[in-house]
């Protein structure tokens, strides 16, 4: 009973599904034409075999010693790098067509009142006086913002209430998105400013003060809070505002 029992059908299965390239195969090549990595890809290069190169040049090989006289190189100037604090970085692309730029500033909700880290009458302020201040329109609201509190912070500030659907990378890739976007401590200003990098976009991140926080907030959250703002890059630091007392 075991083996196989139907030798023509298991040899026109072992064409179709094993040896023909697929939908992805088919996909993936497609798109690196249509859309190439940076730089470009490199170009063709004929009758190229093991140890030559076209044009029947011959392409000298690092054998024993030599290899692992390079190998070493490579891993002494990569740990260089990383004492000395360098990093790689890709440039982004140009953004085509660019994002659609509104006159305002845009303002990134946070759930920091929802998860009882901040005062909620301290957060209204602070985003008040932001508002005032850097002349937000819009607030995007975070998906654990409940309805109550966002409208109740919509009257107290004026700012329009947006629901984002998609994540705020994409939007800000996309449009349209304010000139300037602020936002509170949260991981999201570690990816944001690379999504509409070289169209004018600039993304502050607002600190939060000491005095904001609710006597529930544990250490862990103080020292979140303080590490994702130190750790920020090409983001501007706004400082934290005195806030009146809840009450």
Known sequence: MLGVTDLPTYLAGLVLIILLPGPNSLYVPADIRRHP???????????VGRGHLG???????LRGQAR????TRRTTLAADRCRTGQ???????????APRLTKGTDLLGTSLVETGVVDPARYRE?????????????????????????RALSQATGLEIVRPDLPLEMIARRGPVGRRILSFPSTVVHTLPYAPAGTGVTVAVCEIDPDWLTRSASPRARGFLAGVTDTARDVHRLPARAAPAAG
Request: aromatic letters at 6%.
């Open 87 to 97: 990093r790689l970085r890709l440039e982004p692309r140009p953004l085509r067509p």
């Open 37 to 47: 990595p940076l730089g470009g890809l490199p170009p063709p290069q004929a009758a």
């Open 126 to 150: 602070a985003v008040r006086a932001l508002t005032l201040e850097h002349g937000a329109t819009r607030y995007f609201a975070h998906r654990r913002e409940s309805l109550e509190y966002l």
């Open 55 to 61: 044009g029947g040049r011959a392409v000298p090989r």
């Open 68 to 71: 692992r006289q390079l190998s």
